[in-house]
């Protein structure tokens, strides 16, 4: 066996799948068929849960350094051709990073091969075969053909994969006939910008910024940082080009044209492509010994929504194959990786298809469902709901037993927590990626139920204003597990407790081990 996991595919699904089997203790090697880094911006920036996660990973400082400053809460989102006003609220569910890609993936990279993962770029996979206990990739490199051997194979190799048809897996969906064309341009010096972020043009008086409708498609404008623009068309109809061809500054100003009705100037491009959006999901996420993450897995019909859905899949799927690696994975534990990322892929493609039907149509019954759906959203409990689902901070995970404590299946809020060591915070708990029994109320039943598990979960003793729960029992990927009401009795709180390590964690060790609160 060469390695544990063969990555295929290093945009930012699979670095940060290969540093979080590091942290959990697995051998993964990512191969790349580019030959380097990505230097063309293919997004701006991201936004939503995966920002939390990337916090409680000790991460997202690094990041915003990089970037165009903190994360912070989002003012709005374009939402299928509208704009979603998230002002009005106090603590706007949705969170954003101004971070180009290329940025993102070069400091996922680095963190990677900090922790010990083996990247290697300009190696394309051409073949992939799997028996009972492995799998096998046939690779080309710039020194010739050769083969590595893993346990496990992980396509992260986008909407196009590869990996994906070669295990046999289905991706149903629809491909739209609307063409956008988007550019990265700079700002020519015969143009102003206005202080509202219209622009002002010379023979064609003020461009409006944000969404422009006509009877010919959608023209949307936007200003990235100082002298650049963000410019998308979007129409009717399929593309009247090659789609294999470049798209060129000549190609996106023939466009507005059609779309305004003026020539528009345009500086320098930076960034120029050419899409239809797709409404696709992977019919399974697994294979047998070939799993599915990222754009290889879902393609969804909007912008903005990839990267968070993809990095949080690397996050669900690599504590998981670590622990089938070392051998202690219960039954089924793989399994859950597609039933829980497959159901949040559902729930980011209802959002994306709602966006489609909202930003279609030029007449006078489309124009009364975006006004209708606007109105809706000046009340602040379907905004906030609008936002939550935005940003997938809305997933709770279907675990087995219905009647379990309301936070089971969410992502673990941070709790300031005081402890014998002094104050600390879920986030702090979370840095090393490792399961965590948080004790909320000084049960010494609870904890002494985890200590034959103490192998594998750290149990933290602490005090909370208002806790939600007398016990946590917190994964890897920050989601609850397990919680104990508030002042649950023993005799159901401990046996519920045992059935959720054995679930999650395995099979206890037969002789128990001291028990450590481990400091923070």
Sequence with gaps: MDVDVIVVGAGPTGLMLAGELRLAGARPLVLERRPRLRETPKANGFSGQILELLRYRGLLNRLEAAGTGRSHPAPGFPFGGVHVDLTHLAD?????????????????????????ADIRRGQEVLGVNQDDTTVTADVRGPDGRYQMTARYL???????????????????????????????????????VLGDGDLDVPGLGRIRGGFTRTDRGVFALGRLTSGVLLIQTTEDGPADVDDDAPMSLTELQDSIRRVLGVNLPLGEPIRLSRYQFQARQAQRYR?????LAGDAAHQFPATGIGINVGMLD?????????????????????????????????????????????????????????ELFLELLADE?????????????????????????????????????????GTTSVAELMRPARPILLDLASRPDLRETARHWQHRIDVHIAETDHRPADALLIRPDAHIAWAATTG?????????????????????????????????
């Excluded at 196009?160 to 064309?181: K, L, Q």
């Excluded at 294979?287 to 799993?291: D, V």
């Excluded at 037969?510 to 923070?520: C, F, Q, Y």
């Design 488 to 520: 649950e009795p023993a005799d159901t709180a401990a046996p519920a407790l045992r059935k959720a390590l054995s679930r999650w964690f395995g099979t206890p060790r037969k002789t128990a081990v001291p028990l450590i609160d481990r400091p923070s």
């Design 287 to 291: 294979a047998g010994r070939i799993l």
């Design 314 to 370: 690397a996050v669900n799927l690599a504590w998981k194959l670590a622990a089938a690696v070392h051998g202690w994975a219960p039954t089924g534990l793989l399994d859950t990786y597609h039933n829980e990322r497959h159901f949040a892929g559902e729930r980011a493609m209802v959002q994306t298809q709602a966006q489609v039907a909202l930003r279609r149509g030029h007449d006078p019954a489309a124009e009364a469902l975006r």
């Design 154 to 192: 992980v396509g992260c190799d986008g909407g196009r994969s590869r990996v994906r048809d070669m295990a046999g897996i289905p991706f149903p969906g629809t491909t739209y006939p609307e063409v956008n064309r988007l550019g990265q341009v700079t700002l020519p010096d015969s143009v102003t």
């Design 92 to 116: 706007p569910p949705l969170r954003a990073l101004g971070l180009a890609q290329p940025l993102l993936e070069r400091l996922l990279d680095e963190r990677a091969g900090e922790l010990g």
């Design 381 to 421: 409990q379907p905004l906030r709901r609008m936002g939550a689902l935005i940003a997938g901070t809305d997933i709770r995970y279907p675990l087995p037993n219905p009647n379990q404590h309301a936070l089971t299946g969410v992502f673990a809020p941070d709790l300031t927590l005081r402890t014998d060591q």
